[in-house]
Structure formats: C-alpha cells, structure tokens
C-alpha cells in the first residue's frame, strides 16, 4: 500500500438512513462534485461521497495504482458493516471494477460511468475520426502546474489562465474546484489539493486496467452509463464488459459526453434512482 495503513479516505455521508450509496470520482475531482446527485437520493438513501488519494483532502501517495486504490476504498466500505450500492466515473469507475471483482462480498449493485475495464491509449483517441482529440489530460495537468500561484489574485485570473489548455467552461469550472485559498487578504496562499506532480508522473498508470485475479468476476448487477458524445465504452469493449460482469446493463445517454453526470444531471440521477429501487427491491 502507499499510505499509512492508519490513514483513512475522507467522506461525507448525506441521509440518515435507508441502503446505502457510494460515489466514487474520476481524475481531478473530487467527493462533493456529486453533491447535486446525492442530495437527489439522500432522501431514502445514506449516501457517502469519497476523496480518492491524491485528490480532495484524502492523504497523498508516493504512486498511482488503481489496486491500492481499490483496498482503500474496501476499508471504507467494510466498516459500513453492510454491502453498498458502489458508483464510480472514469478513474472511480475502474477503482470501483477493481474492488468489484476482489470483494464482491462488500457490493450489493455496481454504476460503472463512462469507462470501460480496458487499458485506453495514450492518444486517447478511440475511433478512425481525425477530429477526435487526444487525451487532454496531461495538458490539463501542464496547465495547471503552469500557474504562478504566489502571483494569482482571483479565481477569475486562474480561469484565465487555463482557458488555453482548457476551452470548455464546464472542465476549468471542475478542475477549479480543488483550487483553494488558505488565509486572507494578501496573506492568503492558493494551493491545489491536488497531487499534480505524482498525477502527472503516473498519468500512464490511469490509462490501464490492473488484469483482476485469474477466475475473477463480479456476478452482481451492474449498471454501465455511457455518454452517448463519448468513445470511452465502445462496442468492442462489450465482451471484456460481460466476460468480467455477466449482469451488465449500457445504457447510454444522449447529448452527453464524459462527464454525464454534469452534463445530464437530471436524467442521470433518474436513471441510477430507478436502477437502486430494482436492485433494493
């Protein structure tokens, strides 16, 4: 493992009773970006938001490894005492298949969000499409280790500075949400929390998917959303999809690309609702 074994994620639980939910984020996000989405179900459910490593205000590793991240999250889930309904996009949904497939003890259902158990290339172009953009990540990563954040101002000027790297308003609104101030006035210090060097040096890690046990498999159900604009889950992923997770549903969601849940709120929280009242039934 590469933290403590003494240090723990960092959650928060909305709903005070009912089954219970876990989500799990993708790469530079974070546990609250789910918030709109569990507050939809806190209602009837007690739903918990969890910080990856290296993400949030979870601890910080000294590498990237989707197994390690998956026993940190079987700890969170184990003392819970009862199995969970587990939710996880890109990064969270490959940590959330690795678990799957290792304590599927831990699991009542799995929501798998616009990833596949596949390993993606490192142009992160997936199609015969010469428009298809490659993987924007690391140039995320570089944009954001590029910002002086001793000379930043207001979170304004840090928008403006990512928008080269980062066109789309909706990602630099995301990414600039682990942009924090510590302090006040000019005292006041800006810092990521995220682990940018570590993520950038381990970027090709988060491109694989670790090979699970040999006789692995997760015979749970499991909901797969896609995003309908998206090429992370295509057609030839459908067999590794089966082979792994036998009781698999895709079902993918219309003007959506990767991040379907901020971009299709409303229609993603209805379809996980009605997926966890079939599964809770």
Known sequence: MTTNSEERLHGRTLGAAGPRVVFVHGLFGQGKNWTTIAKGLAEDHR????????????????????????????????????????????????????????????????????????????????????????????????????????????RADADAALRAAVPSRMVRSFLLQSLVREGVGRDGGWRWRLNLELLERDLGELRGFPEPPPGARYDGPVLWIAGANSHYVLPEDRARMEQLFPNTRLLRVKNAGHWVHSEQPEVFLETVARFLERVEG
């Not at 010469?130 to 954001?144: G, K, L, T, V, Y």
Request: hydrophobic residues 45%; aromatic residues 6%.
């Open 47 to 154: 739903v918990t938001l969890l910080d990856l490593p290296n993400h949030g205000h979870s601890p910080w590793t000294d590498r990237v490894d989707y197994v390690d991240m998956a026993e940190l999250v079987a700890a969170e889930l184990r003392a819970f005492g009862e199995p969970v309904t587990l939710v996880g996009h890109s990064m969270g949904g490959k940590v959330s298949m690795q678990l799957a497939l290792r304590h599927p003890e831990l699991l009542r259902a799995l929501v798998v969000v616009d990833v596949a158990p596949v390993e993606y290339p490192v142009s992160g172009g997936r199609t015969d499409d010469p428009d298809e953009e490659a993987s924007p990540f690391a140039a995320f990563i570089a944009a954001m280790r590029a910002m002086d954040l001793d000379r930043l101002e207001t």
